[in-house]
């Protein structure tokens, strides 16, 4: 699943869950707890995370790998959110991992992921939901997340999703977009 920081993506995928019982990864979460532990690594992240910019590439693909080998028994398929974030990391996770059938794309104007954001940000406790890295998020994913899309457009497997419209409604189009791959 893509879009942009604040589009919805992690409602999206709490709902998909739920009805669909996939496992689900996001590896902003996998990184955040990382973050957590208090290791070393995780305070490395979380001045990454905290100016807006995209940790590097192989470590948040290897926690993705050590996420899904460890669901590997259970797993009735995998939903992975917010990677990739750039086209690098859609083609390496292509040569360790496989190919995605399916990529959601969940879009919303500019604007509205502003204004969710610095919502959330008023209860999320995150370090980057304030005003001034999520204009850098914003600008990071135009440049860099965006062009992943038109990678997998080339395929015709990506699935744009309007978020604009109330939870539900954006709900009811991902059903139809997965419903039509089974
Ligand atoms: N369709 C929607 N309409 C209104 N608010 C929404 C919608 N989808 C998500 N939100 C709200 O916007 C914020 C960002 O959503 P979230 O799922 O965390 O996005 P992301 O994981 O893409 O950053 C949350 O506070 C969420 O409750
Ligand atoms: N695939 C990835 N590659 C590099 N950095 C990532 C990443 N996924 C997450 N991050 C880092 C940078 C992001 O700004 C931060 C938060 O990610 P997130 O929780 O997916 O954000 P959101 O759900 O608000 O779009 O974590
Ligand atoms: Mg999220």
Redesign the pocket.
Known sequence: MA?????G??TQCEKIVEKYGYTHL???????AEVASGSERGKQ?QA??QK??????D???DM?KDAMIAKADVSKGYLI??????VK?GEEFEKKIGAPALLLYIDAKAETMVQR?MK?GQTSG?S??NEE?IKK?LD??YKATEPVIAYYETRGIVRKINSELPVDEVFAIVVKAIDELK
Request: hydrophobic share 30%; proline share 7%; glycine share 16%.
């Open positions: 879009g942009g920081p604040g589009s993506k992690g996001s590896s902003g979460d996998l990184l955040r992240l990454i995370m807006g910019e995209l940790v590097p590439l470590t948040v693909l993705i959110d917010g990677y990739p974030r750039e990391q954001l959330r995150r980057d939901d890295t998020r990071l994913y």
